[in-house]
């Protein structure tokens, strides 16, 4: 009897150890749980930078992700809003103004180029069109369902979610995106919402993400 006893202790004992060490393992690894990817940070195709963009030159974010304001996704923008800036910005170096004044050809930024490279008005073949695969940062998993209409609409800041990305030089995911962190969300008093009882209520009811 004292023998079955030490066995099923060091049993619970052994499975502990295992559990917390299986823990420790994936939380200073590169394994996730669905959605939760805080920090990553992807290399892009073109190495644009939100740091200069919403940050030196304060465009705003709904210029570029414009459906965000009407649908479910943001989006990624395409290559003709790029352009209705880069058609007339090839490059903001100081080198290049001074060629101008000098009369001298004015190169184009590699990074710039791919863009006219994706629009198909590259100086290498202005019928070749070649799209941007960007890669996509943030990820929900399937049985969550994210609108980023009501969230825009309810004037919840971009920042909320998506961190400071006008100081970014290359977007990251900054936060887990778990169902605690959006329920953490979902449970405060945001002065854009009317947040009575009943409201808050059907904030934090499961068919709400889940249906």
């Given at each position: 009897m004292k023998d079955k006893l030490i066995n099923n202790q060091l049993k619970l004992i052994?499975?502990?150890?295992?559990?917390?060490?299986?823990?420790?393992?994936?939380?200073?690894?590169?394994?996730?749980?669905?959605?939760?990817?805080?920090?990553?940070?992807?290399?892009?195709?073109?190495?644009?930078?939100?740091?200069?963009?919403?940050?030196?030159?304060?465009?705003?974010?709904?210029?570029?992700h414009f459906g965000a304001e009407?649908?479910?996704?943001?989006?990624?923008?395409?290559?003709?809003?790029?352009?209705?800036?880069?058609?007339?910005?090839?490059?903001?170096?100081?080198?290049?103004?001074?060629?101008?004044?000098?009369?001298?050809?004015?190169?184009?930024s590699p990074e710039i180029n791919k863009i006219y490279e994706s629009f198909g008005t590259s100086e290498k073949n202005y019928e070749d069109k070649s799209p941007t695969e960007?890669?996509?940062?943030?990820?929900?998993?399937?049985?969550v369902f994210f609108s980023h209409k009501p969230h825009i609409n309810a004037?919840?800041?971009?920042?909320?979610?998506?961190?400071?990305?006008?100081?970014?030089t290359r977007v990251k995911q900054v936060n887990d995106l778990s169902m605690g962190w959006c329920l953490d969300c979902h449970r405060q008093d945001h002065e854009s919402l009317n947040n009575t009882k009943e409201r808050k209520s059907q904030l934090q009811d499961c068919a709400t993400c889940h249906y």
């Open positions: 052994t499975t502990f150890v295992v559990i917390v060490g299986i823990g420790i393992i994936i939380k200073n690894s590169n394994i996730h749980f669905p959605g939760n990817f805080e920090g990553y940070e992807p290399k892009q195709p073109i190495a644009f930078s939100h740091q200069l963009h919403a940050g030196e030159m304060t465009i705003p974010c709904m210029y570029c009407d649908s479910k996704h943001a989006g990624i923008p395409p290559a003709n809003v790029c352009m209705n800036c880069h058609e007339f910005v090839n490059n903001n170096t100081n080198e290049n103004k001074i060629a101008e004044k000098l009369g001298r050809k004015v190169e184009v960007w890669v996509k940062i943030h990820n929900l998993p399937d049985f004037g919840i800041d971009c920042e909320k979610c998506h961190g400071d990305v006008a100081s970014m």
